[in-house]
């Protein structure tokens, strides 16, 4: 199986997420996108992360009707912070059956030479590049042998989790940032308040 690998903190989960794993599927081969939780990623505060099981259930929560997606906690069983290099080398031994991609915005996409063992990493898989505002990729301004394609025309939306965090600490709604039932969760838990 063609799997497109989504990594995130995902902090919280919210509908561009959901647009963006909906518009690789639409225009990709895969078969399936795993959004994989990153219970500590390298770049970011830990103290700014919602826990790790709270972030999870709300991930599930916003795509439990869509059997095309699923949510994979496979870094929190992994050393942390967590890094892709390790965690596809773990999914690749675990699942030799499937064929893994990972998933990127352009912003990020940029940014790979910054990543553990980046090199390494570019040699062991291909990106499905979604653009974002003021980060534009094309084949001469990419280093490197990196198999990637760039999805045209994917939707654009300027939400951010630290966004919508923003907005629950200010008591401003973030109805429709989200999907309903990580709304009515996030506001039973009252989440980050």
Not at 4 to 30: M, R
Not at 126 to 142: C, T
Not at 148 to 175: G, H
Request: hydrophobic residues 35%; glycine residues 4%; proline residues 4%.
């Amino acid at each position: 199986m063609k799997i497109g690998l989504y990594f995130g903190s995902f902090n919280p989960v919210h509908i561009g997420h959901l647009i963006i794993a909906e518009h690789v599927l639409t225009h990709t081969d895969f078969q399936q996108v795993w959004f994989v939780i990153s219970p500590q990623n390298p770049f970011k505060e830990k103290s700014t992360l919602l826990n790790e099981y709270d972030r999870l259930h709300l991930l599930n929560l916003s795509i439990k009707d869509n059997h095309r997606l699923k949510v994979s906690d496979v870094e929190f069983k992994l050393p942390k912070p967590s890094y892709t290099v390790t965690t596809l080398a773990y999914l690749k031994e675990k699942y030799p059956q499937h064929s893994f991609s990972i998933i990127i915005g352009s912003d990020s996409f940029k940014n790979l030479n910054k990543w553990k063992n980046f090199e390494h990493l570019i040699s062991q898989t291909d990106f499905v590049v979604y653009k974002r505002p003021g980060f534009e990729i094309s084949q001469n301004n990419v280093q490197g042998d990196i198999k990637f394609k760039v999805l045209e025309n994917a939707p654009v939306l300027d939400i951010s989790a630290t966004y919508i965090r923003n907005c629950i600490k200010q008591r401003k709604s973030i109805r429709y940032l989200v999907h309903e039932e990580v709304y009515k969760e996030i506001e039973t838990n009252r989440y980050f308040y």
